[in-house]
């Protein structure tokens, strides 16, 4: 009863379990991978000051260090309900149920489908289906793909699938529809990807992107985007083509592509295709927030943040006694800022449960959580401050509304 | 072009019916069986409740808009739901 119970073992939930275990309180970890480390895992990219980023090793050091400070950590275990009887959480998976008074939800994000005729064909897959493949399970997807979706984690995931000896044919957009009006939308794309341009390895996010920043000069750009793509990496990337369909008998054979205007209506007649062995869709990242909802948590969907998020404080408690959050749960952002979030949450848990008083810690912990954000080196969302910001004022609103509760 | 893979619920059913009951993201499921397959809505929630926001004009503001979560959010054998013994 008096454990301290961590559902998800990505940087966030070890990051928790770690500093909850240095200061003396039992901690368990359940993950539904194999494989302790979460998204992770998959990553492997270059920093700009040369660097390696090994997802795969930091995984490992941080599964490591857990386990020598005795955290007990169980794998292959999948949470399917949560709920709160008199004052305690109640897990359950398959097999077991486990009890505790303060449990960290640290289950990170998941990714956005974008439906193009013909994805349900075999050789489909998300993007992080095809990293994890490559770089955790060392198996090749295919011999040459095509990658729908252009943003920061498709490309980076390119990058890594070309790494491998996997050819990308080119990372494209998805054609328009209710479903893939963001994705689909060439200015839009252009608008978030210029965002990234300080992550510069790349000749194309190099591109102009200062004289970019002008509206006209934007339309402009996105007019005279050359029709066959930008190379990054030797990959072609193409925001004035788009996937109308994913084609082949019993398995993919290739794609059919055509020229879509700069606000993505396609051209007829300029319909070419393109084969592949697999096709990778790239929808982008959103919090995975199943247990808050099932938990019970108010929600907000903040833009920002990739989608709906549980309210919850700087110090990672939900407005639910006992329950907290930390990593991408509370909006999609790297790794290192989920390690950072679930120190926060560690301590948050240690000094709620009257451990020892962590108030400065917590403090100090909250401002390295902006430091690492400032000096991010990926950035899903250019505004992702301002979106943390708007969760901060909901929690305010939040806290009043109790008061007034109370107060009457 | 199937958007509910378990349900096999097209995106011409949905938009149509969306288009004519401008109504929420359940009533959508609803009325379409879309995310009520074996997969508990995992592959197309996010499609279907775009869907319907296109439709019925109301801000993504709060949860209640969206669809619901339901337990349980994985799949469970019968046999561990009724904890029957081996």
Redesign the interface.
Known sequence: MSKVIIIGAGPAGLSAAITIAENGLEVLVLDEYMIAGGRLLGQLYEEPNGNWWNGIKESKQLYEKALDLGVKIQLHTAVSNLEKIDSSWVIYTATETYYTSHLLLATGATEAPLPIPGWTLPGVMSVGAAQVMTNVHRVKPGNRGVIIGVNVLSSAIAMELQLAGVQVACITLPKMSLVTKESGNPMNVMNSLLHVSHMAPSAFVKFGSKLMKIEFMKKMGITFFPKNGVKMWDIPIMLRKAVIEIYGDNEVEGVTMATISPTGEVIPGTEEKVQADFVCIAGGLYPLAELAAVAGCPFYHIEELGGYVPLHNERMETALEGLYVAGNITGIEGAKVAASQGVAAGLSIVHNNGTSNQEQNIKKAIQDIEHTRDNAFIQFHPAVKEGKQKLQHYWEEHLNTVKDMVGN | ???C?CEEVT?KQL?ETAEKYKCASRELKLRTRAGMGYCGGR??R??VD??AH?FNGNE????QL?L???????P??FG?LGDVKK
């Open positions: 072009m199937i958007i893979r995106y938009t592959t197309c996010t499609m775009n869907i296109s993504r503001d709060c949860a969206t619901k979560y339901q337990p349980p959010i994985r469970i054998s561990d």
